[in-house]
């Protein structure tokens, strides 16, 4: 049964620094990665899709890697902002045809 | 939203009795889904659905039931609550089982 782990749960650091939230799944042959935002009392917005061909994924300052072999993949936050503070979470599928797992997130708070 | 909406946002039930939650969708896409998100445990998939009236269980789908016999509306329902169904429960839809999948707003469920 994939697992997938986020670690830390929680993270706090000043704004400006840049940063890197890790996401490490069980099973390594898996079809693709998404990475989600949810702020408090909200649902989850995608941020980045990464496909099990694919190694990274950009949008604005936030990048996304893959190392499906170590089963491994990183969002990295730069310049980070007091807005950029939510709950991050990764989500695997195994295949095509099933749903996404997804890891319990980890919750970023960027201090002004 | 991604043009998704669900109705109640926030409910108050007794234990026991039948609980309807309901999705509705403006963008016509193939699959939608239920999520139960609780602390410690993460988001958990319940049902989804690949088609009009078509539909699978997901990883605690015990206790819950749904239907969709509209492309745009995706029903989970509880027939008889239980205080461990006390959540917040989201529904997402996708193009896809594999792609990127687009959240409600979530529905505060509390059964005493």
Known sequence: KQEVTQIPAALSVPEGENLVLNCSFTDSAIYNLQWFRQDPGKGLTSLLLIQSSQREQTSGRLNA?????????????????PGDSATYLCAVTHSGNTPLVFGKGTRLSVIA | DAGITQSPRHKVTETGTPVTLRCHQTENHRYMYWYRQDPGHGLRLIHYSYGVKDTDKGEVSDGYSVSRSKTEDFLLTLESATSSQTSVYFCAISDGLALEQYFGPGTRLTVT
């Open chain 1, 65 to 81: 890697s893959l190392d499906k072999s170590s089963g491994r993949s990183t969002l990295y936050i730069a310049a980070s902002q």
